[in-house]
């Protein structure tokens, strides 16, 4: 077997995922972020899909739906605690990168400016958590 | 910065963003060699960073059973890195390692003097590992 790491020396049994970490909608802890405003995630027979909901000049920017990799925290592990996924918006492309930490979703953007702004590539990590809507 | 760009986010009319001083922005704070602050780790041992230029490279030896296994050398996407805790302007990297039957994307900051790496990991080959993301924690070797 392949590795890069002692930690990849395991036998795994092939399976499903467990999704049901994600699901929901992760709001912003930070109210006066200028970045994403809250996420909506959904999963469907083993499919992850994240809505996201980003702050404008004059209001919300829905970036629309698209496809997340999920990711565990062990190669043997089935249970999904992180996921991964692009947006390309044209002028720009987004990479989504989360870990999931006590409940907790932290979220690393990847922004790639793809016009002629001169806009450097930036970064920013944020701090989400699941709306459980009970009060 | 005049609002004649396109953009998804308010985040992307950062005025820091079109400054050529942002593109090396505290750049060694992440260069130097780092070894991980878990001696018993089971995953990345050591990481190199270098500025050559305008880029950086990544060297990584992962912890292996007979010794260190080195990845292969990643150049590194700088990102400017804003919003770091505490006011910590700086840049920060994302850097993508190939090996054929998995592929690595991670990104790299420096936090307090503390290089964190996050890491996922790909597999293209038919062991049936789950793919999976890792954080661990670097201090400076020197």
């Known amino acids: 077997m392949e590795y890069a790491q002692s930690r990849d020396l395991v036998r795994a049994d092939d399976g499903p995922l467990d999704l049901s970490a994600f699901p929901g909608t992760w709001v912003n802890s930070n109210p006066e972020t200028s970045g994403i405003a809250r996420l909506l995630m959904t999963e469907e027979n083993g499919r992850l899909t994240l809505q996201v909901y980003a702050v404008g000049p004059e209001g919300l920017i829905d970036w629309g739906r698209v496809d997340a990799e999920p990711f565990t925290a062990t190669p043997a592990s089935r249970a999904g605690t992180g996921f991964t996924c692009v947006y390309d918006f044209g002028f720009a492309e987004t990479e989504l990168q989360a870990m999931l930490l006590k409940g907790l979703m932290v979220l690393a953007q990847l922004h790639r400016f793809k016009d002629a702004s001169g806009r450097m590539d930036y970064f920013v990590r944020e701090y989400f958590a699941l709306s459980h809507g009970r009060y | ?142």
């Open chain 2, 1 to 142: 910065m005049a609002q004649t760009v396109e953009f998804k986010q308010t985040g992307d009319l950062h005025p820091a963003l079109a400054d050529p001083a942002t593109r090396t922005l505290n750049a060694g704070k992440l260069t130097g060699r780092w070894l991980n602050t878990d001696t018993e780790t089971r995953g990345v041992a050591e990481i190199t960073i270098a500025q050559e230029g305008g880029h950086f490279r990544v060297r990584v030896a992962g912890a292996g059973e007979g010794g260190p296994v080195n990845w292969p050398t990643a150049r590194a996407r700088v990102m400017a890195n804003l919003e770091e805790e505490a006011g910590q302007r700086a840049v920060a990297l994302a850097a993508v390692f190939d090996f054929g039957f998995m592929k690595v994307e991670s990104y790299l900051r420096v936090n307090k003097g503390v290089l964190v790496i996050v890491a996922y990991h790909t597999f293209l080959d038919a062991s049936g590992r789950s793919n999976y993301v890792n954080r661990e924690f670097f201090h400076r070797a020197d």
